[in-house]
T-cell receptor, first 110, second 115 residues
Framework: KQEVTQIPAALSVPEGENLVLNCSFT??????LQWFRQDPGKGLTSLLL???SQREQTSGRLNASLDKSSGRSTLYIAASQPGDSATYLC?????????WGAGTKLIIKP | NAGVMQNPRHLVRRRGQEARLRCSPM?????VYWYRQLPEEGLKFMVY????????ESGMPKERFSAEFPKEGPSILRIQQVVRGDSAAYFC?????????????FGPGTRLTVL
């Protein structure tokens, strides 16, 4: 049974710092992995999608990596800004379901 | 090309009433997925539907919940005799094909509050 874990559960850093969010999964047989952002009481914003054959994806200040063999993904955020404050969710696609981590709540202090 | 649409965005029901949540997939998408996010919890898969077919409802509670995706019109998630524990955000996603590498595109969600 696929399980997804995100560490840390919460993170608070000063503005301008680079940071890394971690996601691990127990079954390496995945189709893809996706990172989302969710603001309080809001919907889901897709940030990056990494197919199982890929190692990383980049979008602006965000870079996501995938190591299927070790069951890990990282989301790197460069030069963090207060507007980056949100909960970041990792989801892996096993078959047709997305299996979700519990999220990392990120606070960027001005 | 409009994204996935869900309505209503907010729904308030009293215990014992029925809740109907609607999801219109992106144009050209024939696969719909429903997920539920309970307060302070992660998202959980509920059901996967294709037009006129329920493919997998393994995540649906056994009672009071049902889903459909008719040939014409939106997908409907129906909750009968709602209880306070049904209060959650319900998200719908769609994809063009079942293939595993296809991205699922999400709607804005419906937030159900049961009084």
């Amino acid at each position: 049974k696929q399980e997804v874990t995100q560490i840390p559960a919460a993170l608070s850093v000063p503005e301008g710092e680079n940071l890394v969010l971690n996601c691990s999964f127990t079954d390496s047989a995945i189709y893809n992995l996706q990172w989302f952002r969710q603001d309080p009481g809001k919907g889901l914003t897709s940030l990056l999608l990494i197919q199982s054959s890929q190692r990383e994806q980049t979008s602006g200040r965000l870079n996501a990596s995938l190591d299927k063999s070790s069951g890990r993904s990282t989301l790197y955020i460069a030069a963090s800004q207060p507007g980056d404050s949100a909960t970041y969710l990792c989801a892996v696609r096993s078959n047709y379901q997305l299996i979700w981590g519990a999220g990392t709540k990120l606070i960027i202090k001005p | 090309n409009a994204g996935v649409m869900q309505n209503p965005r907010h729904l308030v029901r009293r215990r014992g009433q029925e809740a109907r949540l609607r999801c219109s997939p992106m144009k050209g998408h024939s696969h719909v997925y429903w997920y539920r996010q309970l307060p302070e919890e992660g998202l959980k898969f509920m059901v996967y539907l294709q037009k006129e077919n329920i493919i997998d409802e393994s995540g649906m509670p056994k009672e009071r919940f049902s889903a459909e995706f008719p040939k014409e019109g939106p997908s409907i998630l129906r909750i009968q005799q709602v209880v306070r524990g049904d209060s959650a955000a319900y998200f719908c996603a769609s994809s063009p094909l079942q293939l595993g590498d296809n991205e699922q595109f999400f709607g804005p969600g419906t937030r159900l509050t049961v009084l």
